[in-house]
């Protein structure tokens, strides 16, 4: 099978919840040699889409779960061939799923190509209150506070976020990126994000674009 046979089987197999399928697909990639940053970025973006057919009501829960499970199964053969770079340390981030939302598929996959990029990370988990982004970021000495939302209910958590950071007077110390199927670019500008991650892969692009302009030396653990 060509390249994009094989890209195009990961997604249909994605599509039907077909969890062997999908982790004898990311084998078969990783053998033809291709990129396992590409399988993944065509797994982020069939997942965007699952994730807003929940958030618009066309498919179920049930559904979201069993994609999830099946997203894993392939990202646990992707994750482990992504070679760790040269450069040790690019910066630290603190990320969560925003309050009130406990789907946290996407922001799970950001934290495992954020840590395979040399970020340091902490991971607050889901449905996390305004007050923790702040209390751990401090404590980390944070670069970048990272927040997804899934569903439209829970995407305007993310601003209450933002004006959180400003009442505390702590906006302008941490770069803010928002994600995830409920969130669009331009409504990241709209409530004053410092970036906007489409997928995984685009989170991460964007997290070293940050952290280039003012590089730190990490905490001592």
């Known amino acids: 099978m060509s390249k994009d046979e094989l890209l195009s089987k990961l997604r249909e197999d994605l599509l039907n919840y077909d969890t062997k399928a999908v982790k004898e697909d990311a084998e078969r990639i990783i053998q033809a040699g291709i990129s396992p940053l590409e399988a993944i970025n065509v797994l982020t973006t069939s997942m965007r889409e699952i994730g807003e057919k929940f958030a618009t009501g066309e498919i179920f829960l ?3 779960m069993m994609a999830g499970d099946t997203m894993v199964s392939a990202m646990d053969v992707l994750l482990a061939k992504i070679p760790r770079e040269a450069v040790p340390y690019k910066g630290k981030v603190v990320i969560g799923t925003i309050k009130g939302d406990i789907h946290d ?3 799970n996959i950001v934290v495992a190509l954020l840590t395979a990029s040399n970020f340091d990370v902490r991971d607050l ?3 996390v209150p305004n007050s923790r982004f702040v209390e751990e970021a ?3 000495g944070a670069d970048i506070v990272a927040a997804s939302a899934l569903m439209t209910t829970t995407a305007p958590a993310l601003q209450d976020m933002i004006e959180y950071f400003s009442a505390k ?3 302008e110390k941490y770069k803010i990126m928002v994600g995830g199927a409920a969130v669009t670019e331009g409504y990241a500008e709209e409530i004053g994000a410092d970036a906007y991650g489409k997928t995984a892969i685009d989170a991460v692009e964007k997290a070293k674009i940050i952290t ?3 590089p730190r030396p990490p905490k001592t653990k």
């Open 169 to 171: 007077k702590l906006r």
């Open 62 to 64: 049930t559904n979201l």
């Open 125 to 127: 988990g889901k449905d």
């Open 105 to 107: 598929i996407g922001k």
């Open 138 to 140: 401090e404590k980390m």
């Open 212 to 214: 280039a302009e003012f």
